[in-house]
């Protein structure tokens, strides 16, 4: 359905050695939909990422969170130490951060990949 990757590259996820596969979106051109698959071509994991060399929004306060804006690794980064949560379906992550000034706790919830909502923790 999604043809050939644009890309491809290996990825060392503790011991085991796995593929990370992109395609581009149309929708987003900024964006890459990512499939990681392990050892036999299993699928680990799907969401969408940055592209490479676009440019990633700058995420300084809990303000600069808008949906659809940010990606998991993106406020994973500008928020750490961010604490991964279980999300409410396979499609779904969550992140439990602290606002930098204030120390607030939040939960920044993910589809596919990308910000949807950040609630007070």
């Not at 011991?15 to 698959?37: S, Y």
């Not at 392990?38 to 969408?48: C, H, K, T």
């Not at 379906?89 to 930098?100: D, G, M, V």
Request: proline share 12%.
């Amino acid at each position: 359905m999604l043809g050939e990757p644009e890309s491809s590259l290996r990825r060392k996820v503790g011991d085991l050695e796995c593929n990370a596969l992109f395609w581009p979106v149309p929708l987003w051109p900024d964006l890459r939909f990512e499939v990681m698959t392990g050892p036999g071509g299993a699928v680990w994991n799907e969401w969408l990422v940055r592209a490479p060399g676009a440019a990633a929004p700058a995420l300084h306060t809990v303000q600069d969170l808008r949906p659809w804006s940010c990606t998991v690794n993106e406020v994973a980064r500008a928020f750490a130490p961010a604490r991964p949560m279980e999300g409410s379906a396979p499609t779904r992550w969550a992140l439990a951060i602290t606002a930098p000034v204030t120390g607030e706790p939040y939960v920044a919830e993910f589809t596919w990949g990308l910000l949807q909502r950040l609630l007070p923790r």
